[in-house]
């Protein structure tokens, strides 16, 4: 392995560290995009129950808002439910956009190295041809050892570019991929919530309305 990175070169070092990199960010962000850890299951119905039995003090909503990214945003929707549908809906909408935010972390890092690596491998390959060529202009043609040495070199680093900036691409549309379902299912919560906690308010108004 050693052998096959110093043949590649100098330019096998920044296409080291960027393949360090993806592979930090694709761990980390399969770690962080578990549904259950952004979409706990049945957490809408344990915050209705609670807001039902009056149970849902700053304490549980502070909980609540630390628990989960879903959490955040029902959080902010439960704060804000009285100020009527529009507020509710633009509290909502402002903390959702800093969870989408939280939950792209570092897809564009990994998209910037998935599309770096090939332009690495290729500036290895136009290098190598250079070492080639000037080896021609200074040797001739003769000398097999000094014009493997070049071509080894470009054909390397254009290899190790590809296998990194291939993988990279994937992982970070995957990811992309992800962050998109999860922000629907997200969506359809925080709208169920948003559905109930006014058609809840409207009845308490009528029976009011009601018994006055």
């Not at 989960?68 to 809906?89: E, F, T, V, Y």
């Not at 402002?94 to 570092?106: F, G, P, Q, S, T």
């Amino acid at each position: 392995m050693f052998e096959i990175v110093q043949a590649g070169g100098l330019l096998m070092i920044p296409i080291l560290l960027c393949s360090v990199v993806a592979a930090a960010i694709c761990v980390e962000r399969f770690w962080t995009l578990r549904s259950k850890q952004i979409i706990p299951a049945n957490l809408l119905a344990q915050v209705w129950n609670s807001i039902k039995n009056n149970e849902m003090d700053n304490k549980k909503l502070r909980e609540l808002k630390q628990g989960s990214p879903l959490g955040q945003i029902l959080a902010a929707g439960i704060s804000n439910h009285r100020r009527g549908r529009d507020q509710m809906k633009e509290a909502i909408e402002e903390v959702a956009n800093h969870v989408v935010h939280e939950m792209e972390r570092y897809l564009s890092t990994l998209g910037t190295v998935a599309a770096i690596t090939p332009l690495l491998g290729l500036l290895g390959t136009v290098i190598g041809m250079i070492k080639v060529f000037t080896a021609i202009r200074l040797e001739g043609s003769g000398n097999a050892a000094v014009l493997a040495g070049g071509i080894s070199e470009a054909l390397i680093t254009t290899a190790a570019g590809l296998t990194i900036a291939i993988p990279s691409l994937f992982f970070h549309r995957f990811f992309q991929r992800r962050v998109d379902e999860l922000v629907i299912g997200m969506e359809q919560e925080a709208l169920k919530l948003v559905e109930v906690l006014n058609s809840d308010r409207s009845e308490r108004a009528q029976a009011k309305s009601v018994a006055a």
